[in-house]
């Protein structure tokens, strides 16, 4: 893989047959994934280096990207995890205090082939029209028809089993800021930095395990609470995920499950999951916390959502359970909580911060889990 030249030409194709003619943005080459897009406009580097979007093909929806270059401190992960990237306006060159280096170099040092120039907007209302496909990226093969029949021979992400792919290999641990509280084990399925940051900065030492763990290595540590980190890939593909979720829940163990944990969680609870047609991305959702009544401007990042009944309680082999959070823009179910265990998820990102920091408390409400418990 080389780096990219200003004027080498590149094109992207759908699997409808949909393409676009651009720029080589990045690493020159050719790629594949599930094209989505993400409707941030700031977060840029978070999204990269975020492992929920492993396998995926990320399209910014804001017009300019990497205008304030990248640094050392916003990665979520250790690399950069998108299969590829679209973007119509590349920055010429980065203009921020906190930048070490610019995007377009990062993307091309770790190998991740993008396009710039196309038209983003077009992109966008056609893959919201038509739902989120597979695409192939390239700047070595310019041929669309020829680029379409492989991006038609790629895997689909429904089916597809990935949070094994983006685990920790083996257990470590994040440290509580000042005097430590409560202790937690969280299974990695993809989990970020700022989890365990903003638990740290509650009094909590977090424990981290690959997704692999065993009911038996999450309680070799004591667990005061056990946590299930957002991730990539299909739930219904995550077995043992979901039995461990179950076994931690007949232990009455306090719990807590973001985004793909969500849905781990959902399936754990006897509820089904499904794809969404082009799923919830990006930093302006509006939820309603039915518990409270009040709405939250959220960050998203998730292609599937748990088939739950809104409005009822349903009872399960874990007591009753209720909806506690929905979607406003499209009443997709965003959080469960356990009525008779002390289980709770959403399925959005109370780690990051959508503008203002309206889903914060989540973190406030697990602690809180743990303080009743005991």
């Known amino acids: 893989m080389r780096r990219s030249r200003l004027a080498s030409p590149a094109i992207l194709v759908l699997e409808d047959g949909r393409s676009f003619a651009g720029t080589a943005y990045g690493a020159v080459g050719e790629t594949f994934g599930e094209a989505v897009f993400t409707t941030g406009m700031t977060g840029y580097q978070e999204t990269l280096t975020d492992p929920s979007f492993h396998r995926q093909v990320v399209v910014q929806t804001a017009p300019q990207i990497g205008n304030t270059g990248v640094n050392d401190e916003d990665d979520e992960s250790d690399r950069i995890w998108v299969a590829g990237y679209v973007v119509r306006d590349p920055a010429r060159r980065p203009s921020n205090w906190r930048a070490t ?3 377009g170099e990062r993307l091309a040092a770790e190998g991740v082939v993008g396009i710039s120039g196309i038209d983003t907007r077009a992109l966008t209302r056609h893959l919201r029209d038509r739902g989120a496909m597979r695409v192939g990226i390239s700047s070595l093969d310019l041929d669309p028809a020829a680029l379409a029949e492989r991006v038609r021979s790629q895997p689909q992400m429904l089916g597809a089993d990935l949070s094994a792919q983006v685990s920790t290999g083996e257990r470590y641990i994040a ?5 430590h509280r409560y202790t937690v084990a969280a299974l990695d399925l993809g989990i970020k930095r700022n989890v365990a940051r903003r638990l740290a900065a509650r009094g909590v030492t977090t424990h981290v395990f690959p997704a692999s763990a065993s ?8 667990p005061d609470a056990v946590f299930f980190s957002p991730g990539p890939g299909d739930p219904a593909t995550a077995d043992g995920p979901v039995a461990l979720a179950q076994e931690v829940m007949r232990r009455r163990v306090p719990l807590f499950g973001i985004c793909f944990g969500s849905q781990i969680l959902g399936r754990a609870l006897g509820f089904g999951t499904y794809k969404l047609g082009y799923g919830h991305r990006g930093i302006n959702q509006p939820v309603l916390d039915k518990t409270t009544g009040k709405v939250e401007v959220t960050s998203h990042n998730h292609g599937f959502a748990v088939d739950a009944p809104i409005g009822e309680v349903t009872d399960t082999e874990f007591g009753g359970v209720e909806v506690s959070h929905v979607c406003l823009n499209d009443n997709v179910v965003e959080g469960l909580r356990g009525l008779d265990v002390p289980a709770f998820t959403v399925q959005y990102h109370p780690e990051a911060a959508a503008g ?5 408390y989540l973190f406030d409400r697990f602690v809180e889990l ?3 418990k005991g």
């Open 370 to 372: 743990v303080e009743k």
């Open 175 to 179: 440290k509580a800021d000042g005097e």
């Open 215 to 222: 009911i038996e290595e999450l309680l070799s540590v004591s």
């Open 101 to 103: 280096g610019d995007l």
């Open 356 to 360: 203002p920091h309206d889903a914060d």
